[in-house]
Protein backbone atom coordinates (compact mmCIF):
# COMPACT_ATOMS: atom_id res chain seq x y z
CA UNK A 1 0.00 0.00 0.00
CA UNK A 2 1.61 3.39 -0.96
CA UNK A 3 2.07 6.12 1.84
CA UNK A 4 -0.90 8.16 -0.42
CA UNK A 5 -3.37 5.72 0.18
CA UNK A 6 -1.81 5.22 4.01
CA UNK A 7 -2.60 8.87 4.56
CA UNK A 8 -6.32 8.43 2.59
CA UNK A 9 -6.85 5.99 5.07
CA UNK A 10 -5.75 7.40 7.71
CA UNK A 11 -8.20 11.02 6.82
CA UNK A 12 -11.02 8.41 6.49
CA UNK A 13 -9.67 7.11 10.01
CA UNK A 14 -9.99 10.40 11.12
CA UNK A 15 -13.20 11.70 9.27
CA UNK A 16 -15.25 8.66 11.11
CA UNK A 17 -13.97 9.62 14.56
CA UNK A 18 -15.03 12.77 13.82
CA UNK A 19 -18.42 12.00 12.90
CA UNK A 20 -19.59 10.56 16.03
CA UNK A 21 -19.40 13.48 18.00
CA UNK A 22 -21.10 15.20 15.14
CA UNK A 23 -23.79 12.43 14.92
CA UNK A 24 -26.87 14.07 16.50
CA UNK A 25 -26.64 16.94 14.43
CA UNK A 26 -25.79 14.89 11.34
CA UNK A 27 -28.93 12.81 11.92
CA UNK A 28 -30.96 15.50 12.13
CA UNK A 29 -29.93 17.17 8.70
CA UNK A 30 -29.60 13.65 6.82
CA UNK A 31 -33.19 13.29 8.38
CA UNK A 32 -33.95 16.83 7.17
CA UNK A 33 -32.06 17.49 3.84
CA UNK A 34 -31.84 14.52 1.42
CA UNK A 35 -28.53 13.76 -0.12
CA UNK A 36 -27.47 12.27 -3.48
CA UNK A 37 -24.58 10.49 -4.40
CA UNK A 38 -23.41 11.39 -7.92
CA UNK A 39 -24.03 15.43 -6.04
CA UNK A 40 -20.33 13.95 -3.17
CA UNK A 41 -18.76 12.93 -6.90
CA UNK A 42 -18.94 15.89 -8.41
CA UNK A 43 -17.96 17.99 -5.38
CA UNK A 44 -14.76 15.94 -4.63
CA UNK A 45 -13.61 15.45 -8.79
CA UNK A 46 -14.32 19.29 -9.20
CA UNK A 47 -14.71 21.68 -6.69
CA UNK A 48 -14.32 24.80 -8.39
CA UNK A 49 -17.01 24.08 -10.57
CA UNK A 50 -19.37 22.26 -7.80
CA UNK A 51 -22.97 23.22 -7.56
CA UNK A 52 -24.14 24.50 -3.84
CA UNK A 53 -26.17 21.77 -3.57
CA UNK A 54 -22.77 19.42 -4.37
CA UNK A 55 -20.92 20.80 -2.08
CA UNK A 56 -23.69 20.72 0.65
CA UNK A 57 -24.13 16.90 -0.19
CA UNK A 58 -19.94 17.16 0.32
CA UNK A 59 -20.16 18.42 3.54
CA UNK A 60 -22.77 16.06 5.27
CA UNK A 61 -20.74 13.18 4.10
CA UNK A 62 -17.26 14.20 5.10
CA UNK A 63 -17.63 17.08 7.87
CA UNK A 64 -16.92 20.63 7.65
CA UNK A 65 -13.88 20.32 8.09
CA UNK A 66 -12.83 17.86 5.56
CA UNK A 67 -15.07 19.55 2.66
CA UNK A 68 -13.09 22.74 3.60
CA UNK A 69 -9.82 21.41 2.56
CA UNK A 70 -10.83 19.42 -0.11
CA UNK A 71 -12.59 23.30 -1.83
CA UNK A 72 -9.65 25.42 -0.24
CA UNK A 73 -6.46 23.63 -0.35
CA UNK A 74 -4.60 23.07 -3.60
CA UNK A 75 -4.10 19.91 -4.43
CA UNK A 76 -1.93 17.48 -6.53
CA UNK A 77 -3.34 14.83 -8.89
CA UNK A 78 -1.91 12.53 -6.06
CA UNK A 79 -4.15 14.52 -3.41
CA UNK A 80 -6.83 14.75 -5.58
CA UNK A 81 -6.89 11.23 -6.25
CA UNK A 82 -6.54 10.93 -2.02
CA UNK A 83 -9.91 12.65 -2.09
CA UNK A 84 -11.36 10.87 -4.82
CA UNK A 85 -10.39 7.11 -2.81
CA UNK A 86 -11.47 8.77 0.17
CA UNK A 87 -14.99 9.95 -1.43
CA UNK A 88 -15.50 6.30 -3.03
CA UNK A 89 -14.30 4.76 0.66
CA UNK A 90 -17.02 7.18 2.10
CA UNK A 91 -19.74 6.02 -0.32
CA UNK A 92 -21.05 3.14 1.48
CA UNK A 93 -20.86 5.68 4.72
CA UNK A 94 -23.27 8.22 2.60
CA UNK A 95 -25.10 5.01 1.35
CA UNK A 96 -25.85 3.79 4.88
CA UNK A 97 -26.85 7.81 5.69
CA UNK A 98 -29.06 7.63 2.82
CA UNK A 99 -30.81 4.45 3.72
CA UNK A 100 -31.29 6.40 7.47
CA UNK A 101 -32.85 8.95 5.90
CA UNK A 102 -35.15 7.05 3.47
CA UNK A 103 -36.54 4.94 6.97
CA UNK A 104 -36.69 8.52 8.85
CA UNK A 105 -38.68 9.18 5.75
CA UNK A 106 -40.74 6.43 6.16
CA UNK A 107 -40.86 7.55 9.59
CA UNK A 108 -41.87 10.55 8.93
CA UNK A 109 -44.88 8.93 6.01
CA UNK A 110 -45.96 6.87 9.26
CA UNK A 111 -46.15 9.70 11.66
CA UNK A 112 -47.85 11.71 9.24
CA UNK A 113 -49.77 8.80 8.05
CA UNK A 114 -50.75 8.67 11.71
CA UNK A 115 -51.15 12.42 11.85
CA UNK A 116 -53.60 11.92 8.78
CA UNK A 117 -55.31 8.99 10.64
CA UNK A 118 -56.15 11.45 13.82
CA UNK A 119 -57.11 14.28 11.35
CA UNK A 120 -59.30 11.85 10.00
CA UNK A 121 -60.38 10.65 13.23
CA UNK A 122 -60.96 14.18 14.07
CA UNK A 123 -63.04 14.99 10.59
CA UNK A 124 -64.80 11.62 11.63
CA UNK A 125 -65.54 12.66 14.78
CA UNK A 126 -66.64 15.97 13.58
CA UNK A 127 -69.13 14.95 11.37
CA UNK A 128 -70.40 12.30 13.75
CA UNK A 129 -70.98 15.24 15.83
CA UNK A 130 -73.15 16.73 12.84
CA UNK A 131 -75.01 13.44 12.83
CA UNK A 132 -75.31 13.66 16.26
CA UNK A 133 -76.73 17.25 16.28
CA UNK A 134 -78.88 15.94 13.30
CA UNK A 135 -80.25 13.11 15.16
CA UNK A 136 -80.59 15.14 18.45
CA UNK A 137 -83.09 17.27 16.28
CA UNK A 138 -84.89 14.44 14.62
CA UNK A 139 -85.09 12.80 18.67
CA UNK A 140 -86.14 16.18 19.53
CA UNK A 141 -89.07 16.33 17.22
CA UNK A 142 -89.90 12.51 18.07
CA UNK A 143 -90.16 13.12 21.77
CA UNK A 144 -92.47 16.33 20.68
CA UNK A 145 -94.63 14.49 18.73
CA UNK A 146 -94.61 11.27 21.19
CA UNK A 147 -95.72 14.25 24.00
CA UNK A 148 -98.95 15.05 21.47
CA UNK A 149 -99.52 11.63 20.76
CA UNK A 150 -99.19 10.89 24.89
CA UNK A 151 -101.02 14.18 25.25
CA UNK A 152 -103.84 13.17 22.91
CA UNK A 153 -104.00 10.16 25.08
CA UNK A 154 -104.04 11.56 28.04
CA UNK A 155 -106.77 13.08 27.11
CA UNK A 156 -108.40 10.27 25.56
CA UNK A 157 -108.16 8.49 28.58
CA UNK A 158 -109.60 11.46 30.87
CA UNK A 159 -112.53 11.21 28.91
CA UNK A 160 -112.83 7.27 29.63
CA UNK A 161 -112.19 7.99 33.02
CA UNK A 162 -114.73 10.73 32.71
CA UNK A 163 -117.32 7.84 31.47
CA UNK A 164 -115.84 5.51 33.96
CA UNK A 165 -116.89 7.57 36.73
CA UNK A 166 -120.48 8.71 35.41
CA UNK A 167 -120.71 4.91 35.05
CA UNK A 168 -119.63 4.40 38.76
CA UNK A 169 -121.58 7.78 39.42
CA UNK A 170 -125.00 5.50 38.38
CA UNK A 171 -123.44 2.76 40.61
CA UNK A 172 -123.28 4.55 43.52
CA UNK A 173 -126.55 6.10 43.16
CA UNK A 174 -128.07 2.68 42.47
CA UNK A 175 -125.84 1.88 45.89
CA UNK A 176 -127.29 4.78 47.30
CA UNK A 177 -131.16 3.77 46.96
CA UNK A 178 -130.68 0.01 47.89
CA UNK A 179 -128.05 2.20 51.28
CA UNK A 180 -131.36 4.17 52.01
CA UNK A 181 -133.34 1.06 52.12
CA UNK A 182 -130.84 -0.26 54.38
CA UNK A 183 -130.39 2.76 56.24
CA UNK A 184 -134.29 2.78 56.73
CA UNK A 185 -134.48 -0.35 58.04
CA UNK A 186 -131.59 0.72 60.49
CA UNK A 187 -133.58 3.65 61.12
CA UNK A 188 -137.01 1.51 61.76
CA UNK A 189 -134.70 -0.46 64.34
CA UNK A 190 -133.19 2.44 66.05
CA UNK A 191 -136.46 3.85 66.10
CA UNK A 192 -137.61 0.35 68.24
CA UNK A 193 -134.61 0.17 70.31
CA UNK A 194 -135.38 3.58 71.09
CA UNK A 195 -138.81 3.15 71.78
CA UNK A 196 -137.53 0.12 74.14
CA UNK A 197 -134.98 2.56 75.73
CA UNK A 198 -137.74 5.02 76.34
CA UNK A 199 -139.76 2.05 77.50
CA UNK A 200 -137.20 1.23 79.96
CA UNK A 201 -136.81 4.46 80.87
CA UNK A 202 -140.55 4.73 81.89
CA UNK A 203 -140.18 1.41 83.64
CA UNK A 204 -137.14 2.75 85.65
CA UNK A 205 -138.92 5.76 86.04
CA UNK A 206 -141.94 4.30 87.08
CA UNK A 207 -140.56 1.80 89.57
CA UNK A 208 -138.20 5.29 90.92
CA UNK A 209 -141.53 6.92 91.35
CA UNK A 210 -142.87 3.75 92.88
CA UNK A 211 -140.12 4.00 95.44
CA UNK A 212 -140.36 7.41 95.73
CA UNK A 213 -144.03 6.99 96.43
CA UNK A 214 -143.34 4.66 99.40
CA UNK A 215 -140.89 7.23 100.86
CA UNK A 216 -142.72 9.79 100.93
CA UNK A 217 -145.21 8.01 102.76
CA UNK A 218 -143.08 7.46 105.39
CA UNK A 219 -143.20 11.49 105.64
CA UNK A 220 -147.00 11.65 105.04
CA UNK A 221 -149.37 8.56 104.52
CA UNK A 222 -152.25 8.70 101.86
CA UNK A 223 -155.74 7.31 102.91
CA UNK A 224 -157.07 7.95 99.36
CA UNK A 225 -154.83 6.37 97.09
CA UNK A 226 -158.08 3.74 96.05
CA UNK A 227 -160.14 6.64 94.56
CA UNK A 228 -157.32 7.88 92.46
CA UNK A 229 -159.06 8.48 88.75
CA UNK A 230 -162.49 7.99 90.34
CA UNK A 231 -165.14 10.00 88.62
CA UNK A 232 -168.02 12.31 89.83
CA UNK A 233 -170.73 14.20 87.71
CA UNK A 234 -172.11 17.75 89.20
CA UNK A 235 -175.18 18.10 88.08
CA UNK A 236 -177.00 21.90 87.90
CA UNK A 237 -178.78 21.61 91.39
CA UNK A 238 -175.55 20.41 92.95
CA UNK A 239 -175.68 16.88 93.10
CA UNK A 240 -172.76 14.77 93.21
CA UNK A 241 -173.00 11.59 91.55
CA UNK A 242 -170.43 8.80 90.99
CA UNK A 243 -169.65 7.75 87.76
CA UNK A 244 -168.32 5.25 85.44
CA UNK A 245 -167.62 5.36 81.79
CA UNK A 246 -168.18 2.14 79.52
CA UNK A 247 -167.18 1.32 76.16
CA UNK A 248 -168.61 -0.99 74.03
CA UNK A 249 -166.63 -3.08 71.25
CA UNK A 250 -168.26 -0.84 68.45
CA UNK A 251 -166.42 1.85 70.05
CA UNK A 252 -169.62 3.53 71.71
CA UNK A 253 -169.10 5.10 74.89
CA UNK A 254 -171.83 5.50 77.76
CA UNK A 255 -171.81 6.69 81.05
CA UNK A 256 -173.18 5.15 84.20
CA UNK A 257 -174.37 6.55 87.38
CA UNK A 258 -173.44 4.15 89.89
CA UNK A 259 -173.69 6.38 93.57
CA UNK A 260 -174.21 9.07 94.63
CA UNK A 261 -172.28 10.93 96.90
CA UNK A 262 -174.26 12.51 100.39
CA UNK A 263 -171.52 13.32 102.72
CA UNK A 264 -167.94 13.51 103.53
CA UNK A 265 -166.52 11.70 106.85
CA UNK A 266 -162.53 12.09 107.22
CA UNK A 267 -162.67 13.72 103.85
CA UNK A 268 -163.80 10.88 101.98
CA UNK A 269 -166.86 10.86 100.21
CA UNK A 270 -169.95 8.28 101.28
CA UNK A 271 -171.54 7.22 98.76
CA UNK A 272 -174.98 5.38 98.21
CA UNK A 273 -174.95 2.73 95.30
CA UNK A 274 -177.36 3.21 92.60
CA UNK A 275 -178.72 -0.14 91.85
CA UNK A 276 -178.82 -0.83 89.55
CA UNK A 277 -176.22 1.50 87.53
CA UNK A 278 -178.47 4.07 85.82
CA UNK A 279 -177.38 4.60 82.43
CA UNK A 280 -177.26 8.20 81.20
CA UNK A 281 -177.32 7.24 77.22
CA UNK A 282 -176.17 9.80 74.70
CA UNK A 283 -175.29 12.20 77.63
CA UNK A 284 -171.19 13.62 77.47
CA UNK A 285 -169.11 16.02 79.29
CA UNK A 286 -169.08 19.22 78.04
CA UNK A 287 -166.99 20.47 81.12
CA UNK A 288 -164.78 18.46 82.80
CA UNK A 289 -162.68 19.29 85.73
CA UNK A 290 -158.86 17.43 87.49
CA UNK A 291 -157.51 18.77 90.76
CA UNK A 292 -153.63 19.09 91.95
CA UNK A 293 -151.75 17.98 94.06
CA UNK A 294 -152.50 17.94 98.02
CA UNK A 295 -155.85 17.75 97.57
CA UNK A 296 -157.99 15.58 99.54
CA UNK A 297 -161.12 14.16 97.98
CA UNK A 298 -163.57 16.45 99.78
CA UNK A 299 -161.91 19.77 98.57
CA UNK A 300 -161.67 17.85 95.27
CA UNK A 301 -165.37 17.22 95.14
CA UNK A 302 -166.07 21.00 96.45
CA UNK A 303 -163.81 22.83 94.04
CA UNK A 304 -165.68 21.03 91.06
CA UNK A 305 -168.84 22.11 92.83
CA UNK A 306 -167.63 25.97 92.94
CA UNK A 307 -166.76 25.55 88.81
CA UNK A 308 -170.06 24.85 87.89
CA UNK A 309 -171.36 27.44 89.77
CA UNK A 310 -169.39 29.75 88.32
CA UNK A 311 -170.12 28.33 84.88
CA UNK A 312 -173.85 28.77 85.70
CA UNK A 313 -173.13 32.59 87.07
CA UNK A 314 -171.49 33.47 83.76
CA UNK A 315 -173.84 31.70 81.65
CA UNK A 316 -177.18 33.67 83.34
CA UNK A 317 -175.38 36.59 82.97
CA UNK A 318 -175.34 36.21 79.68
CA UNK A 319 -179.12 35.13 79.73
CA UNK A 320 -177.84 31.18 79.74
CA UNK A 321 -180.45 29.86 81.94
CA UNK A 322 -179.06 26.42 82.94
CA UNK A 323 -175.45 25.64 82.93
CA UNK A 324 -174.32 21.87 81.96
CA UNK A 325 -172.89 19.46 84.50
CA UNK A 326 -168.90 18.59 85.25
CA UNK A 327 -167.64 15.81 85.24
CA UNK A 328 -164.75 15.70 87.66
CA UNK A 329 -161.67 13.25 87.69
CA UNK A 330 -160.21 12.87 91.18
CA UNK A 331 -156.17 12.82 91.13
CA UNK A 332 -155.64 11.39 94.93
CA UNK A 333 -153.40 12.45 97.18
CA UNK A 334 -151.48 9.84 98.73
CA UNK A 335 -149.10 12.09 100.72
CA UNK A 336 -146.98 15.21 100.71
CA UNK A 337 -143.87 13.68 99.57
CA UNK A 338 -145.55 11.15 96.98
CA UNK A 339 -147.92 13.83 95.59
CA UNK A 340 -144.44 15.39 94.54
CA UNK A 341 -143.00 12.82 93.18
CA UNK A 342 -145.80 12.39 90.96
CA UNK A 343 -145.21 16.06 89.58
CA UNK A 344 -141.50 15.14 89.09
CA UNK A 345 -142.59 12.11 87.40
CA UNK A 346 -145.23 13.45 85.40
CA UNK A 347 -143.03 16.13 83.93
CA UNK A 348 -140.78 12.46 82.70
CA UNK A 349 -144.10 12.35 81.12
CA UNK A 350 -145.06 9.02 82.64
CA UNK A 351 -148.54 8.04 82.60
CA UNK A 352 -150.83 7.47 85.43
CA UNK A 353 -154.24 6.27 85.59
CA UNK A 354 -155.57 9.73 86.03
CA UNK A 355 -153.82 10.48 82.83
CA UNK A 356 -154.63 7.90 80.74
CA UNK A 357 -158.79 9.18 82.29
CA UNK A 358 -158.11 12.54 80.31
CA UNK A 359 -157.04 11.28 77.49
CA UNK A 360 -160.27 9.20 77.21
CA UNK A 361 -162.06 12.25 77.70
CA UNK A 362 -160.30 14.36 74.88
CA UNK A 363 -160.32 10.80 72.57
CA UNK A 364 -163.99 10.59 72.89
CA UNK A 365 -164.68 13.84 72.46
CA UNK A 366 -162.94 13.94 68.83
CA UNK A 367 -164.27 10.91 67.75
CA UNK A 368 -167.27 11.81 68.77
CA UNK A 369 -167.57 15.27 67.25
CA UNK A 370 -168.46 16.53 70.20
CA UNK A 371 -166.79 20.04 71.77
CA UNK A 372 -165.31 19.42 75.35
CA UNK A 373 -163.98 21.64 77.84
CA UNK A 374 -160.87 19.94 79.91
CA UNK A 375 -159.66 22.18 83.10
CA UNK A 376 -156.31 21.15 84.73
CA UNK A 377 -155.50 22.78 87.97
CA UNK A 378 -151.72 22.48 89.64
CA UNK A 379 -150.61 19.35 89.49
CA UNK A 380 -153.53 17.94 86.75
CA UNK A 381 -152.08 20.78 84.02
CA UNK A 382 -148.84 18.13 84.26
CA UNK A 383 -150.98 15.03 83.81
CA UNK A 384 -153.50 16.90 81.19
CA UNK A 385 -150.44 18.45 79.07
CA UNK A 386 -148.74 14.39 79.11
CA UNK A 387 -152.93 13.57 78.06
CA UNK A 388 -152.22 16.13 75.24
CA UNK A 389 -149.26 14.45 73.78
CA UNK A 390 -150.49 11.22 73.71
CA UNK A 391 -153.54 12.03 71.83
CA UNK A 392 -152.02 14.13 69.23
CA UNK A 393 -149.46 11.15 68.87
CA UNK A 394 -152.38 8.83 68.09
CA UNK A 395 -154.47 10.99 66.51
CA UNK A 396 -151.59 11.53 63.64
CA UNK A 397 -150.85 8.02 63.51
CA UNK A 398 -154.49 7.38 62.84
CA UNK A 399 -154.16 9.35 60.09
CA UNK A 400 -151.03 8.68 58.32
CA UNK A 401 -152.64 5.97 56.07
CA UNK A 402 -155.48 8.38 54.73
CA UNK A 403 -152.72 11.08 53.52
CA UNK A 404 -150.32 8.60 52.19
CA UNK A 405 -153.16 6.82 49.90
CA UNK A 406 -154.21 10.69 49.03
CA UNK A 407 -153.36 10.77 45.66
CA UNK A 408 -152.98 15.10 46.24
CA UNK A 409 -150.08 13.83 47.89
CA UNK A 410 -148.42 11.63 45.91
CA UNK A 411 -148.57 13.99 43.13
CA UNK A 412 -147.53 17.15 45.43
CA UNK A 413 -144.72 14.55 46.04
CA UNK A 414 -143.88 14.01 42.29
CA UNK A 415 -144.17 17.98 41.46
CA UNK A 416 -141.13 18.30 44.32
CA UNK A 417 -139.03 15.85 43.48
CA UNK A 418 -138.81 16.73 39.88
CA UNK A 419 -138.27 19.82 40.76
CA UNK A 420 -135.10 18.86 43.12
CA UNK A 421 -134.17 16.55 39.85
CA UNK A 422 -130.51 17.80 39.35
CA UNK A 423 -129.91 18.10 42.77
CA UNK A 424 -130.91 14.44 43.72
CA UNK A 425 -128.62 13.51 40.83
CA UNK A 426 -125.97 14.74 42.71
CA UNK A 427 -126.57 12.16 45.57
CA UNK A 428 -127.23 9.26 42.86
CA UNK A 429 -130.92 9.38 44.26
CA UNK A 430 -133.78 9.76 40.92
CA UNK A 431 -137.04 11.80 41.59
CA UNK A 432 -139.11 8.05 41.41
CA UNK A 433 -137.06 7.48 44.93
CA UNK A 434 -137.46 10.26 46.64
CA UNK A 435 -140.95 10.98 45.56
CA UNK A 436 -141.76 8.26 48.11
CA UNK A 437 -139.63 9.46 50.41
CA UNK A 438 -141.81 13.11 50.09
CA UNK A 439 -144.70 11.14 50.09
CA UNK A 440 -144.01 9.87 53.71
CA UNK A 441 -143.22 13.20 55.16
CA UNK A 442 -145.72 15.36 52.97
CA UNK A 443 -148.36 12.52 54.45
CA UNK A 444 -146.88 12.74 58.29
CA UNK A 445 -147.00 16.77 57.90
CA UNK A 446 -150.77 16.15 57.05
CA UNK A 447 -151.65 14.21 59.80
CA UNK A 448 -149.51 16.72 62.32
CA UNK A 449 -151.70 19.22 60.74
CA UNK A 450 -154.98 17.21 60.53
CA UNK A 451 -154.51 15.95 64.38
CA UNK A 452 -153.92 19.56 65.82
CA UNK A 453 -156.59 20.82 64.11
CA UNK A 454 -159.34 18.43 65.20
CA UNK A 455 -158.18 18.51 68.56
CA UNK A 456 -158.45 22.99 68.57
CA UNK A 457 -162.08 22.54 67.44
CA UNK A 458 -163.50 19.48 69.62
CA UNK A 459 -161.23 20.30 72.94
CA UNK A 460 -161.35 24.08 74.75
CA UNK A 461 -157.89 23.65 76.76
CA UNK A 462 -157.46 25.43 80.15
CA UNK A 463 -154.70 25.41 82.74
CA UNK A 464 -155.11 26.93 85.88
CA UNK A 465 -152.61 27.56 88.34
CA UNK A 466 -150.14 26.31 85.46
CA UNK A 467 -147.27 24.08 86.19
CA UNK A 468 -146.30 23.25 82.95
CA UNK A 469 -142.88 24.52 81.66
CA UNK A 470 -142.84 24.12 78.05
CA UNK A 471 -147.08 23.08 77.25
CA UNK A 472 -147.55 21.49 73.99
CA UNK A 473 -147.68 22.78 71.06
CA UNK A 474 -149.85 20.95 69.28
CA UNK A 475 -153.09 22.50 70.45
CA UNK A 476 -154.32 25.80 71.38
CA UNK A 477 -154.93 26.59 75.01
CA UNK A 478 -155.58 29.32 77.82
CA UNK A 479 -153.17 29.98 80.88
CA UNK A 480 -154.70 31.47 83.57
CA UNK A 481 -152.04 32.36 86.42
CA UNK A 482 -152.21 33.98 89.91
CA UNK A 483 -149.92 36.79 90.25
CA UNK A 484 -148.87 35.16 93.51
CA UNK A 485 -148.93 32.03 92.40
CA UNK A 486 -145.64 30.66 93.58
CA UNK A 487 -146.17 27.12 91.55
CA UNK A 488 -146.58 29.02 88.08
CA UNK A 489 -143.69 31.02 89.16
CA UNK A 490 -141.00 28.37 89.83
CA UNK A 491 -142.57 25.66 87.54
CA UNK A 492 -144.82 26.67 84.89
CA UNK A 493 -144.88 29.86 82.61
CA UNK A 494 -146.02 33.19 84.34
CA UNK A 495 -144.64 35.66 82.44
CA UNK A 496 -146.56 37.29 79.58
CA UNK A 497 -143.04 37.23 77.32
CA UNK A 498 -142.69 33.92 77.67
CA UNK A 499 -146.22 32.35 76.47
CA UNK A 500 -145.84 30.35 73.63
CA UNK A 501 -148.22 31.24 70.64
CA UNK A 502 -150.64 28.87 71.01
CA UNK A 503 -151.32 29.12 74.55
CA UNK A 504 -153.25 32.82 75.88
CA UNK A 505 -152.10 34.15 79.00
CA UNK A 506 -154.57 35.71 81.62
CA UNK A 507 -153.73 37.13 85.01
CA UNK A 508 -155.77 36.62 87.81
CA UNK A 509 -155.06 38.08 91.90
CA UNK A 510 -154.16 35.98 94.38
CA UNK A 511 -152.23 32.50 94.90
CA UNK A 512 -152.29 29.13 94.03
CA UNK A 513 -156.09 27.55 95.13
CA UNK A 514 -158.27 27.07 92.65
CA UNK A 515 -161.59 27.76 94.30
CA UNK A 516 -160.81 30.98 95.85
CA UNK A 517 -158.69 32.10 92.84
CA UNK A 518 -158.93 30.24 89.69
CA UNK A 519 -162.57 29.38 89.49
CA UNK A 520 -164.04 32.43 88.77
CA UNK A 521 -161.83 33.22 85.73
CA UNK A 522 -162.15 29.72 84.61
CA UNK A 523 -165.75 29.81 84.59
CA UNK A 524 -165.91 32.70 82.38
CA UNK A 525 -163.56 31.24 79.58
CA UNK A 526 -165.67 28.40 79.91
CA UNK A 527 -169.07 30.25 79.71
CA UNK A 528 -167.71 32.12 76.93
CA UNK A 529 -167.20 29.36 74.87
CA UNK A 530 -170.20 27.16 75.56
CA UNK A 531 -172.21 30.21 74.43
CA UNK A 532 -170.04 29.95 71.09
CA UNK A 533 -170.53 26.35 70.68
CA UNK A 534 -174.41 26.72 70.76
CA UNK A 535 -174.35 29.43 68.30
CA UNK A 536 -172.21 27.74 65.97
CA UNK A 537 -175.13 24.41 66.47
Not at 306 to 328: C, F, H, I, R, T
Request: hydrophobic share 35%.
Amino acid sequence: MTSQSQRTDRDLEKAQKRQPAKQPQEQGVVATLPADLAQVQRAVAQPASAQPSDLIALQRVVGNQAATRLIQSPRSPAETSHEQAHAVTAQPQAKAMVQRKEEDEEKGGFFSRVGGFFKGVGKGIASGARAVGRGARAAGGALVGGAKAAGRAVVGGAKAVGRGAKAVGGAIGRGARSAWGGIKAVGSAIGRGARALWGGVKAVGGAIGRGAKAAGKLVYTGEYNDLDANQYRVTPDQTVEAVRRQEDEEGNVTYWVVGIVERFEGNRPIVRPVNPPRSLGNWYPKVTHINGMNVKPESGIKSALKLQQAVQESMSSDGVAVAPEVLYTYSAHEGFGADVVECITGKLRLNDEATRSQERIMLDAIRSKRRTTVSAHSRGTIKTDNAVRNVHAKLKAEYMPTFLASSEVAREARTLAEEMRDELSEFGLSPAVYTQILKRELAAQRADKRASEEMDKYIQLIYAGNAVQFPSSKIKGQLVVGTKDPISMLFGKYFDFATPDNMTMNKVPGGHGFGSVYAGKVGELIASDLKQREEEE
